[in-house]
Nanobody, 121 residues
Framework: VQLVESGGGLVQAGGSLRLSCAAS????????MGWFRQAPGKEREFVAA????????FYADFVKGRFTISRDSAKNTVYLQMNSLKPEDTAVYYC???????????????WGQGTQVTVSS
């Protein structure tokens, strides 16, 4: 199983980025997917999740209304559209395969290597 994130970078506060995560080695459409982040000196935290069907999503409170998770089963890719970025969004962002079909904040077993997002003030 392989997950490869891309799309990170440096952006000014208020700007936008779209992260992508290409998945392989597992039946993509059978599993929920999630995004997490880890800032320097902090623990990794849940950001967003999407069900296997794409019909359900769930967000951490601190990104509600700003971030949108989506998936494209034809491309085996999950996305995280990030708008109205804040300096506190600076972190390494990871995508992950859930062990379930439904959205979850904890049940994940495969992780990507991460992509750095830096938001300048």
């Amino acid at each position: 199983v392989q997950l490869v994130e891309s799309g990170g970078g440096l952006v000014q506060a208020g700007g936008s980025l779209r992260l992508s995560c290409a998945a392989s080695g597992r039946t993509f459409s059978s599993y929920a997917m999630g995004w997490f982040r880890q800032a320097p000196g902090k623990e990794r935290e849940f950001v967003a999740a999407i069900s296997a069907s794409g019909g359900s999503t769930f967000y951490a409170d601190f990104v509600k209304g700003r971030f949108t998770i989506s998936r494209d089963s034809a491309k085996n890719t999950v996305y995280l559209q990030m708008n109205s970025l804040k300096p506190e969004d600076t972190a390494v962002y990871y995508c992950a395969f859930a062990t379930t079909r439904v959205v979850t904040t904890r049940a994940y077993d495969y992780w990507g290597q991460g992509t750095q997002v830096t938001v300048s003030s």
